[in-house]
T-cell receptor
Framework: DQQVKQNSPSLSVQEGRISILNCDYTNSMFDYFLWYKKYPAEGPTFLISISSIKDKNEDGRFTVFLNKSAKHLSLHIVPSQPGDSAVYFCAASHTGANSKLTFGKGITLSVRP | DTGVSQDPRHKITKRGQNVTFRCDPISEHNRLYWYRQTLGQGPEFLTYFQNEAQLEKSRLLSDRFSAERPKGSFSTLEIQRTEQGDSAMYLC???????????FGPGTRLTVL
């Protein structure tokens, strides 16, 4: 039972353009959402997060949008840079419980120079 | 370096042997989590500690797995009688109780022959 779904396994974009990474969830108890970036042979690196009481959070080139009614969130990266090429994981948490993270399978982003 | 550290980074063992991994969290963090990641999947929750207390274990954590955090600082994860299905990346993360972002170590890659 995949509670967090990243249905597109890969995405390729041109440098300077926008990257949009999508994520869907099924568990309505999730109230905190996070994006992590992972390079090969390294642990995930925290990028940006959003609470369910918000619909948008922005940090530099990264913006996360949350649509609670659709149980959908997206990560926008603009402008995309070659160094952004990595695997991106969406994760969700129920903060009233133990705050363990439930991850999607990840999306491999390739930014072409 | 004040991030999460894990030791060893790589472990190759024969089926049936016992292995132990260590995680040193960010020093002020009172929550410590263990996750396991297999190829093509996102990290999956195994167990977590708040200070020295182990508060939850996933059903993924069979009786062959045991984790400790004896003084609320570093943690160890032991796998007894390893099986080939235990081959995975074992990730440790830490956080504050009231802050939901978790910070990950580089992981320990286990290969069971």
């Amino acid at each position: 039972d995949q509670q967090v779904k990243q249905n597109s396994p890969s995405l390729s974009v041109q440098e300077g353009r926008i990257s949009i990474l999508n994520c869907d969830y099924t568990n309505s108890m999730f109230d905190y959402f996070l994006w992590y970036k992972k390079y090969p042979a390294e642990g995930p690196t925290f990028l940006i997060s959003i609470s369910s009481i918000k619909d948008k959070n922005e940090d530099g080139r990264f913006t996360v949008f949350l649509n609670k009614s659709a149980k959908h969130l997206s990560l926008h990266i603009v402008p995309s840079q070659p160094g952004d090429s990595a695997v991106y994981f969406c994760a969700a948490s129920h903060t009233g419980a133990n705050s363990k993270l439930t991850f999607g399978k990840g999306i491999t982003l390739s930014v072409r120079p | 370096d004040t991030g999460v550290s894990q030791d060893p980074r790589h472990k190759i063992t024969k089926r049936g042997q016992n292995v132990t991994f260590r995680c040193d969290p960010i020093s002020e963090h009172n929550r410590l989590y263990w996750y396991r990641q297999t190829l093509g999947q996102g990290p999956e929750f195994l167990t977590y500690f708040q200070n020295e207390a182990q508060l939850e274990k996933s059903r993924l954590l069979s009786d062959r797995f045991s984790a400790e955090r004896p003084k609320g600082s570093f943690s160890t994860l032991e796998i007894q009688r390893t099986e080939q299905g235990d081959s995975a990346m074992y990730l440790c993360a830490s956080s504050f109780v009231s802050i939901y972002e978790q910070f990950f170590g580089p992981g320990t890659r286990l290969t069971v022959l």
